[in-house]
């Protein structure tokens, strides 16, 4: 009961929070949790980095250099597991704790305590898959979409994985349950929904993707579990069962699961570009509409992952039909943020350029995935490093990119402390410029041919693998400017003083910038007076 | 009191560490079992124990808490929210079977056969396959034990003998539930009681011939999880049902153990409810095995 009441006394009152670590360990605040959201996703990165590293160490040259081909396959798996389950999701969803509350105008989290749980589930899931490694026959080999059968003949660490996935699904349900209800039930008096800054809105839809498609991903690899242990024959035709049913299933989750990671990510791009562009963003209300187009669509378009699969040529047309429909949602989307641009009076901090550099690269990475929804071209391009490039495209210089913008954006809230605006810029530049290195070259060589998922290959692919692999290097080696960058902010950054609303005329944008910096441990335990937003 | 400055922010959470390490010990000692490793039964049951004891840690925290009145409107709605999401999931996560039952049924198991893309699968792998529903494949894996062997003929379950009479039991249970809830809501704190522990019976008693049928299904029909497709949808449909049915019988014990020491009131009764809820959508899971598993 005490607790309960000294939340209503004032905003620093810490007397009856833990302190230490276990502060960290029991805490009930949506900013601690998503701190340690942030840290575990960032630490994440790096690990997942490293694999990465040994992929293009490895593909430098032609031959086999480093790694024996079943344990360079246990390397793309696991950077790709690593990537999207510990690396790219968690972030957004630590974005989400630390901002929704603070742009919505609520107190805290819905559901304090199983914020927490949502968050501990993490490492020890992180750690169980990474642990895979270290078992008789090596981490799951049979790349992140663990098709079966390959992924029902493997040995005991595709169970690590598959429990790994189990534990990060749950937390990911929960940490979406309580992110719906958030926003949902919360919501400061006078904050309608269609008033909403657009990252709540993006992550509202994101949420309600993931409820949907998590569970679905959780009973396939459970099917794949009691295939592998049970004797059932789901994935096995031997018994009347089908192998290519679990690639429906995978890519129903699959499909969705992607857009999980790109939806927050157009919802950062639309706080940050009106911000830099001085201007109100262009099309608030078909932004909504879009993004909520693109997540039904995403739910009917999975299979135009499989076309090369064997499906009967009306599936071939419908997939491919439908998924064509995705560019329409998406090209509103490109053309409001260009047009949030248009005769705005933009300034270039790091930020911003991050975004800007989003909406280029982005939009390449939606062309190639048009161009592979054209069922007959993709024939050509399937299992290819065409297919690598385009969906790096779409999550390193997209997603990624947005989310380090993100951090620039919001870093000096929460600490009160400017971050380096000269080593961002470095930071920026160098990543920029080694991701097309590193991505670019690909898309040359999936159309000559280059499979993807081999450690060795033909020698005339070699000239563009050993360009992609020293832009590789460079792309992971200028990560470490970011790491820099965030430790240096937190500890102090410049040593200016940052205004509460940071970037100039900020507090027309959204509640958050009205906070003081850095934002109190707790924020709006009284409801706030909503400014309307400006809206186009 | 529904205004957010009201709202229930608990200072720190002690549970959720230690629901963490149950699951995880109890999965890791599963991935262990599996393998064969001998520490693997051993970490199942100190998890599964470290988890059970969090659940009643937590939600006797939960109940306290909600007995002396900390939850505002504004944090029961959010709590109602949260279990219809969750309910939700749980209906995606059924999805997935009723999805897997549809598509071996329709699509993938009629190619096996030679029907339309599959002409060339059946002449050259399976030329002597029939496909006719219920089938284990090709293979004719599984089936009745003949001479110490699997013969591979298996008998599919029929609708009308228990599976019937667990949909009168199921169904009756929701008329029960309900009038408990009605019971709750006028303040006739007998007929709360007496509603819930007819829930409760009719619970387990589903359970039981469940139990039963799954026995027979061995023992004397040769319907296994290892007899092909129809064998495995079958019991991966019924099983996580029965599972839900356990767990939800479980949350009305542990409601009507709160029931008979006075908790819940008229305007304050949010576990009775999502146990409720939980209870009907257990019910509507089955109408969908009735018909599509066992009937069709």
Redesign the interface.
């Known amino acids: ?1 005490q ?2 009441h ?3 006394h004032g905003h620093d009152d810490h007397a ?3 302190s230490g670590i ?1 502060r960290w ?4 605040n949506h900013k601690d949790i998503g701190t340690l959201y942030l840290i575990f996703s960032l630490t994440m990165f790096f690990i997942g980095g490293i694999l990465a590293f040994g992929i293009r160490a490895e593909l430098f040259q032609p031959g086999l250099q480093f790694w024996r081909p079943e344990v360079f396959n246990q390397l793309t798996t696991m950077h790709g597991l690593i990537m999207v389950f510990g690396a790219i999701m968690p972030a957004f969803v630590g974005f989400a704790n630390w901002q929704i509350p603070m742009m919505i ?4 989290m ?5 914020n ?2 949502s968050f ?2 993490l490492p ?2 992180a750690l ?1 898959l990474v642990s895979s490694f270290f078992v008789p026959g090596g981490a799951p080999a049979a790349g992140w979409t663990i098709y079966a059968p390959l992924s029902t003949q493997m040995g ?1 660490g595709m ?2 994985g598959i ?1 790994a996935l ?2 990060m699904g ?1 937390s990911s ?1 929960m940490g ?3 992110i ?3 926003i ?3 919501r ?2 006078g904050m309608t929904l269609m008033k909403m800054p657009l990252f709540v809105w993006t992550w509202l839809i994101t949420a309600f993707l993931l ?6 991903f ?3 690899v459970t ?1 794949l ?2 295939d ?7 994935f ?7 192998p ?2 679990y690639q ?2 995978f890519w ?1 989750f699959g499909h969705p699961e992607v857009y999980i990671m790109i939806l927050p990510t157009f919802g950062v791009a639309s706080t940050i570009i009106p911000v830099f562009a001085r201007k109100p963003l262009f099309g608030y209300s078909s932004m909504v509409y879009a993004t909520a187009s693109i997540a039904f669509l995403s739910f009917i378009v999975w299979a135009h992952h499989m076309f090369t699969v ?3 040529i009306a599936g071939e047309l419908y997939f491919m039909y439908a998924t064509m429909l995705i560019a329409i949602p998406t090209g509103v989307k490109v053309f409001n943020w260009t047009a949030t641009m248009w005769k705005g009076s933009m300034t270039f901090e790091t930020p911003m350029l991050f975004s800007i550099a989003f909406v280029v690269l982005f939009t390449m990475g939606g062309f190639t995935g048009l161009m592979m929804s054209i069922a007959p071209s993709d024939f050509q391009y399937h299992d290819t490093y065409f297919i690598v490039a385009h969906f790096h495209y779409v999550l390193v210089p997209s997603s990624v990119f947005i989310l380090m913008a993100a951090g620039y954006f919001w870093l000096p809230k929460w600490t009160g402390h400017m971050y380096n605006e000269k080593i961002g810029q470095l930071h920026f530049w160098m990543s920029v410029i080694s991701v097309n290195i590193l991505f670019f070259p690909q898309h040359f060589l999936g159309l000559a041919g280059m499979p993807r998922r081999i450690p060795d290959y033909a020698v005339q692919f070699a000239d563009w693998n050993m360009v992609s692999s020293i832009g590789g290097f460079i792309f992971g080696v200028s990560q470490l400017l970011f790491l820099y960058i965030v430790i240096d902010t937190i500890r102090g950054g410049t040593g200016e003083k940052v205004s509460d609303e940071v970037w100039e005329d900020a507090h027309k944008h959204g509640l958050e910038w009205t906070l003081p910096s850095p934002a109190p441990y707790h924020t ?4 706030p007076d909503v400014i309307p937003t400006e809206h186009q | 009191m529904s205004t957010p400055g009201a709202y229930y922010i608990p200072s720190k959470a002690t549970w959720p560490v230690l629901a963490t390490a149950g699951l995880v010990i109890l999965l890791a000692g599963f991935a262990n079992y599996l393998n064969g490793s001998s520490i693997g039964p051993t970490m199942m049951i100190v998890g599964f124990v470290v988890f059970i004891l969090m659940l009643t840690g937590w939600f006797a925290l939960q109940a306290s808490e909600s007995e002396s009145g900390m939850y505002s409107t504004c944090v029961g709605i959010s709590y109602r929210m949260g279990m219809m999401w969750f309910i939700f999931s749980e209906v995606m996560f059924f999805a997935v079977f009723f999805g897997t039952l549809w598509y071996t049924r329709n699509l993938s198991v009629p190619w096996l056969g030679g029907e339309g893309i599959g002409a060339a699968t059946k002449e050259l792998l399976w030329p002597s396959f029939d496909a006719v529903w219920p089938t284990n494949g090709p293979a004719h894996l599984g089936g009745k034990i003949v001479d110490g062997k699997p013969s591979g003929e298996f008998e599919s379950m029929s609708a009308w003998g228990l599976p019937f009479l667990n949909t009168l039991i199921l169904l009756s249970s929701g008329v029960t539930v309900t009038w408990a809830h009605h019971g709750l809501l006028a303040q006739h704190r007998g007929q709360l009681i007496k509603g819930l522990i007819a829930t409760v019976a009719l619970g387990f008693l589903f359970v039981i011939c469940q139990a039963i049928e799954y026995h027979e299904a061995y023992s004397e029909m040769g319907l296994t999880l290892g007899s092909g497709i129809y064998g495995s949808t079958f019991f991966m449909l019924t099983g996580f049902h029965g599972f839900h049915v356990c767990v939800g019988a479980i949350i009305l014990s542990v409601v009507l153990f709160r029931s008979s020491i006075g908790h819940f009131k008229p305007e304050n009764h949010f576990a009775f409810e999502a146990a409720a809820w939980y209870w009907h959508f257990v019910d509507v899971v089955w109408l969908g095995l009735f018909i599509f598993v066992y009937i069709l």
């Open positions: 009961m607790a309960a000294a939340h209503e009856h929070h833990p276990m360990v029991q805490t009930t105008g609520a107190p805290d819905a559901f304090a305590r199983m927490n749980w501990w589930l020890p899931a169980l005991p169970d690590l429990f189990h534990i749950a349900i979406s349950i309580n719906v209800t958030t949902l039930n919360m400061a008096p409820i949907a498609v998590m569970p679905v959780a009973g396939a099917m579990l009691t592998r242990f049970f004797e059932t024959s789901f096995d035709a031997a018994g009347g069962g089908d290519v049913l429906h299933i129903f064997g499906m009967p709006f335990t009284t409801p």
